[in-house]
């Protein structure tokens, strides 16, 4: 049985049935976005929440993001949820130094991404004070349905970046900014 697939927006010429030309980084972009392994960083409330996205109601696996790595050297979204200690802060940078390249990281919920109502000496005041975060999601908690709308928008940061993203001048300025390289 032969399948008809006609994607839309393809240059004339480049598609039939059964097969479409595209170019390599964005057959990249598709197998990334789509095959995320995301390592949960999880201290409180805001992990209970991602546990609820996991199951069977909300199922994370349906955007190919269910195999959780627990190893960061496996994993290419760190996943922060929870309030994060000024002496936690450390352990949180070394785990995001042992993620390759690429990666990306999830800001879940207000104590992650600005301390929350935690303003106290002994919380940190935003996990982008120590590393750099591509997607934040607001809430106290957060519900699923945003904790989904944010593994959505790292899947089109994830389709539509380089593959030379480590490379590009600008990635190399923004982790020159925290101390990285
Ligand atoms: S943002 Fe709210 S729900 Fe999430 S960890 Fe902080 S206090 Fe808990």
Known sequence: MSIDIRPENTPPGLEG?????????????LARANSL????????CCGIE?????AA???LGRFGAERLSFSARQADLLMVMGTISKKMGPILRQVYEQMA???????????ASSGGIFDTYSVLQGIDRIIPVDVYIPGCPPRPEQVLDGILKIQELTKNES???RHSPEYKEMLASYGLE
């Open 17 to 29: 049935t059964g097969f479409f030309a595209t170019s390599l980084d964005k057959v990249v972009g």
């Open 37 to 44: 392994w995301p390592l949960p960083f999880a201290t409180s």
């Open 50 to 54: 991602f546990m609820a996205t996991m």
């Open 57 to 59: 109601h909300y199922d």
């Open 101 to 111: 390249e690429p990666k990306w990281v999830l800001s879940m919920g207000a104590c």
């Open 163 to 165: 593959l030379r993203r």
